[in-house]
């Protein structure tokens, strides 16, 4: 019966804290095992006191235990109560024995726990914290007693006690302060995974700080303990809960794929699990990145990706390596999404031309570099469907259109890549068309003229014509309607008539209409680099009209004198010029409001009955009349004159001397043939004989 009195004290001693007779029973009562001593002291020591009251054990279990026969009377040491609760009745002692060894046996129990000889010192303390948390809500209780004992065992059982603090009792404290539940330590540990990791997960992911706590002081350890590494990959590493919307968002992705990479990095099956949903998530939810204010996107997703294995693969085999690519062209692409990029890489011949030629511009317009270049011959691997040589004449157009003639040689000459002639005719006409001036020192015309010298020698030599006609009528002031400054690409509209071209330009430039000259050479070259086919290689027709457009230029200018000799150019140098009859009329009538008493010069008289009678000669039938009749109104004038001393003669005014004499040698032959022949000199022989 010693022992069953021997377990009733020890009971008694434990609820009372007694530490001083517990202490007898582990180093003589050997009548108890250590197992019943820890047992009944885990259950009835009082719960509230303080966890380090309980140090004194751990420093003697283990130690060897002398038999001591008194040991029932010196816990007693006379004490009545104690002495009446073991030593009255024997049949009522062992009766009460065996309740408290069923109540012992039925709180282990109820939390499933027992204390043996695998590690005494551990389980027993692992026992006492769970029966503790029963009435005190702080799982972390036992923390003082956990750190005193931390160094004192190496053995397996310290090993797998202080996994069990950090993955179960430390995740639970900190879960249960940060939504204030009070969640027990038993009930924490029936939870399935699951549970525990959708109870963890229910925190948003883009309250940062938050959620690096979580992860740090609850879902790591847990995990790591528990091993449930597929269930943190269903439930807290999904695309739910990584959306990459938010800068929160996305930096606890970064967090989840830095912090946990060397939990799953112990298993490769795991890791590889681990590493595919990352991917994966970088690869669905990447284009929401591009909503975030990050310094550097594709630096962010390089981070991540070159921490991803190139052997973990996600859907159509698209690896990190793969990503890693992409990444490196996202800012000249413009796209920001890793999946719109993969699938241009898929895409058709054409959007993938189009994509590179826009890439080639925006970087080289920014860049223009050999470096650039090599950059974008590098890219190649983003266009699967285009050929080498479409790749390079897309760099060669985007170098044309800014006009990168440096780099676009130096690249030709290393590529050993022909240009075709369409390309550069098109870029040609591109850069003379968007001109808004001829002159051959505006960039829009000097690029045409460096695009043109890459043309074969010789070959499109009405092209340079083209542009020394726009570099010329440059000079000079000339609209192409009203408030329009006329510019090169209208030259193309007046390939029908280039001729309006010089009307416009002697209107707008009073006194070109003296320069025959340079107009000509103007209307030459404009044929020439219009391309228009002419009859008569010496322009005969044309430069008549061109003659013609002059008098009448001469006539606006009140220059009579230009306009006579133009006129009588036209009489004696060209061919058929019935047709501009009514210019030689204007000149045979020609007034000068500034001469005296409005009164034609006797002189310019002669000049204009000379030109009525060569214009009878060539007018309409039914225009005869109304010429005869100028000359008659101006031959009956001269009938008026006095040639002792005529007023209205050129000597007796103050005209410009120099203009004086040129008239007068112009008029002396035409006076001679008047006053000799009269009226037959105007119409000739054959008419007045009809």
């Known amino acids: 019966m010693l022992k069953e009195q021997l377990y009733l004290l020890l009971s008694i001693f434990a609820s009372r804290a007694d530490k001083s007779k517990i202490l007898k029973y582990f180093e003589e009562g050997t009548q108890l095992s250590i197992k019943e001593i820890l047992e009944v002291i885990c259950v009835f020591w009082p719960e509230l006191d303080d966890p380090l009251n309980l140090e004194f054990i751990f420093d003697h279990i283990g130690v060897e235990r002398t038999k001591n026969n008194d040991l029932i009377f010196e816990l007693l040491n006379g004490d009545e109560s104690l002495i009446a609760l073991v030593e009255i009745n024997p049949e009522l002692t062992v009766q009460r024995y065996r309740w408290i060894k069923e109540y012992v046996s039925s709180r282990l129990g109820k939390w499933q726990l027992s204390i043996d000889e695998v590690d005494y010192k551990f389980?027993?303390?692992?026992?006492?914290?769970?029966?503790?948390?029963?009435?005190?809500?702080?799982?972390?209780?036992?923390?003082?007693?956990?750190?005193?004992?931390?160094?004192?065992?190496?053995?397996?059982?310290?090993?797998?006690?202080?996994?069990?603090?950090?993955?179960?009792?430390?995740?639970?404290?900190?879960?249960?302060?940060?939504?204030?539940?009070?969640?027990?330590?038993?009930?924490?540990?029936?939870?399935?995974?699951?549970?525990?990791?959708?109870?963890?997960?229910?925190?948003?992911?883009?309250?940062?700080?938050?959620?690096?706590?979580?992860?740090?002081?609850?879902?790591?350890?847990?995990?790591?303990?528990?091993?449930?590494?597929?269930?943190?990959?269903?439930?807290?590493?999904?695309?739910?809960?990584?959306?990459?919307?938010?800068?929160?968002?996305?930096?606890?992705?970064?967090?989840?794929?830095?912090?946990?990479?060397?939990?799953?990095?112990?298993?490769?099956?795991?890791?590889?699990?681990?590493?595919?949903?990352?991917?994966?998530?970088?690869?669905?939810?990447?284009?929401?990145?591009?909503?975030?204010?990050?310094?550097?996107?594709?630096?962010?997703?390089?981070?991540?990706?070159?921490?991803?294995d190139s052997s973990v693969t996600i859907d159509d085999g698209i690896t990190s390596t793969e990503l890693l690519d992409y990444s490196k062209y996202m800012d000249a692409l413009g796209i920001h999404s890793l999946k719109e990029i993969h699938t241009l890489k898929n895409s058709n011949e054409p959007n993938q031309l189009s994509s590179f030629m826009s890439m080639s511009k925006y970087l080289l317009s920014s860049s223009p570099s050999i470096e650039t270049l090599q950059y974008l011959?590098?890219?190649?691997?983003?266009?699967?469907?285009?050929?080498?040589?479409?790749?390079?004449?897309?760099?060669?157009?985007?170098?044309?259109?800014?006009?990168?003639?440096?780099?676009?040689?130096?690249?030709?000459?290393?590529?050993?890549?022909?240009?075709?002639?369409?390309?550069?005719?098109?870029?040609?006409?591109?850069?003379?068309?968007?001109?808004?001036?001829?002159?051959?020192?505006?960039?829009?015309?000097?690029?045409?003229?460096?695009?043109?010298?890459?043309?074969?020698?010789?070959?499109?030599?009405?092209?340079?014509?083209?542009?020394?006609?726009?570099?010329?009528?440059?000079?000079?002031?000339?609209?192409?309607?009203?408030?329009?400054?006329?510019?090169?690409?209208?030259?193309?509209?007046?390939?029908?008539?280039?001729?309006?071209?010089?009307?416009?330009?002697?209107?707008?430039?009073?006194?070109l209409y003296l320069n025959f000259d340079l107009t000509s050479t103007i209307m030459r070259k404009l044929y020439v680099g219009l391309e228009i086919p002419c009859e008569d290689p010496n322009y005969e027709k044309e430069l008549t009209r061109l003659t013609v457009q002059h008098i009448d230029c001469a006539l606006v200018n009140m220059d009579l004198q230009y306009a006579y000799e133009k006129t009588m150019e036209l009489f004696d140098k060209h061919g058929d010029i019935s047709k501009y009859w009514l210019t030689i009329f204007q000149v045979g009538k020609f007034m000068d409001p500034t001469w005296p008493d409005n009164e034609i010069p006797t002189e310019i008289i002669y000049l204009q009955l000379e030109i009525l009678s060569k214009l009878l000669h060539i007018c309409p039938f039914e225009e005869v009349e109304a010429v005869v009749s100028l000359w008659s109104g101006l031959e009956l004038e001269l009938s008026t004159r006095s040639h002792v001393d005529d007023p209205y003669s050129l000597s007796n005014n103050k005209a410009n001397k120099k203009l004086q004499k040129e008239i007068v040698r112009q008029v002396s032959s035409s006076v001679s043939n008047f006053l000799s022949g009269g009226i037959k000199w105007a119409i000739g022989d054959d008419m007045n004989s009809g």
């Open 377 to 511: 011959i590098s890219s190649d691997k983003l266009y699967p469907s285009l050929s080498k040589d479409k790749q390079m004449s897309a760099i060669i157009e985007s170098l044309l259109s800014l006009g990168e003639f440096s780099i676009l040689h130096e690249f030709i000459s290393k590529a050993g890549f022909q240009i075709d002639d369409s390309v550069l005719l098109k870029y040609f006409w591109r850069f003379f068309n968007g001109a808004t001036n001829g002159s051959r020192n505006r960039p829009e015309m000097i690029k045409a003229k460096n695009t043109l010298s890459l043309l074969p020698a010789g070959k499109y030599m009405h092209l340079e014509v083209l542009m020394d006609v726009a570099d010329k009528l440059s000079e000079y002031s000339l609209n192409y309607s009203r408030n329009v400054p006329f510019t090169p690409s209208h030259l193309l509209e007046f390939k029908q008539d280039p001729l309006r071209i010089i009307s416009k330009l002697l209107e707008l430039n009073p006194s």
């Open 123 to 308: 389980l027993f303390l692992r026992s006492r914290s769970i029966i503790c948390n029963e009435v005190v809500s702080d799982v972390m209780f036992y923390k003082p007693l956990f750190r005193k004992l931390k160094y004192l065992s190496s053995s397996g059982g310290a090993t797998a006690f202080y996994e069990w603090v950090n993955g179960i009792l430390k995740p639970l404290a900190h879960v249960n302060r940060r939504i204030e539940l009070n969640i027990s330590i038993y009930e924490f540990e029936q939870k399935n995974c699951e549970d525990v990791m959708q109870l963890f997960g229910e925190i948003y992911t883009d309250v940062l700080s938050a959620y690096k706590s979580v992860m740090y002081f609850e879902v790591s350890p847990y995990m790591t303990y528990s091993g449930c590494y597929d269930v943190f990959l269903k439930n807290c590493l999904s695309l739910d809960k990584f959306p990459l919307d938010t800068y929160n968002n996305f930096q606890s992705f970064r967090y989840v794929a830095s912090e946990m990479n060397p939990i799953f990095a112990k298993d490769p099956s795991l890791n590889n699990l681990f590493q595919h949903q990352l991917l994966k998530i970088l690869y669905e939810n990447g284009q929401n990145l591009i909503k975030i204010p990050l310094p550097n996107l594709p630096d962010e997703l390089r981070n991540v990706l070159e921490g991803i």
